[in-house]
């Protein structure tokens, strides 16, 4: 019971509005995050589900050239406040294929046996003041209301090419400016692992 309440206030905030129908501005946008919304490894991230707010600020971002994509910028200045709002609210809509049951901390195996992607993902590393995944995107990177988006089930070169724009700076959007430094004390071997780690996770 316990555990079902914490899971429905974690994900609470970011509940998803019932489906609709496509509006014509998010036409261009399923050639690449096609048409479920959940992309395509090497080309673009799974967006299916994230919270509405959410996809807003970061077609906003990509308009106002605080994050850099030579693909999304044209794409996203393509669109008015309206088209924006229509936009990521189709996209909030669709249903993202994520663990149904996730486990709490308690609930997983001791960090002995956790591979490297899953003992980061849920236990960090104190010692070098790295906290969890988890700590902040909900167990199983589930989500955490309309600030944290779901990792589970993304594409791990995705996720992997974020924490390394974290690290050089390149992605510097982070409103409570936590990523960069979570990032810049991650090794190259972590940020695979971890990124392996929840993409695993989901149903991709």
Known sequence: MTKTILLGALLGAGALPVMAEMPPQAA???????ANGLGMANVAPSI?????????????H???GARDNAIMKPMAMM???AGVESVSQWFASL???LPAAPAFRGEKPSPQDMGLGEKLAYQGDWQRDLPSCVACHGPEGVGVGEAFPHLAGQHADYI???LKAWQSGSRATDPHGLMAPVANKLTAEEITAVAGYFASLGGQ
């Open 48 to 60: 299916a589900g994230m919270p509405v707010s959410y996809l807003a600020e970061q077609l906003r």
């Open 95 to 97: 249903p993202a294929p």
């Open 79 to 81: 669109l008015d406040d």
């Open 62 to 64: 990509f308009q106002q």
């Open 160 to 162: 992997e090419s974020q």
């Open 28 to 34: 261009v946008c399923v050639s690449c995050h096609m």
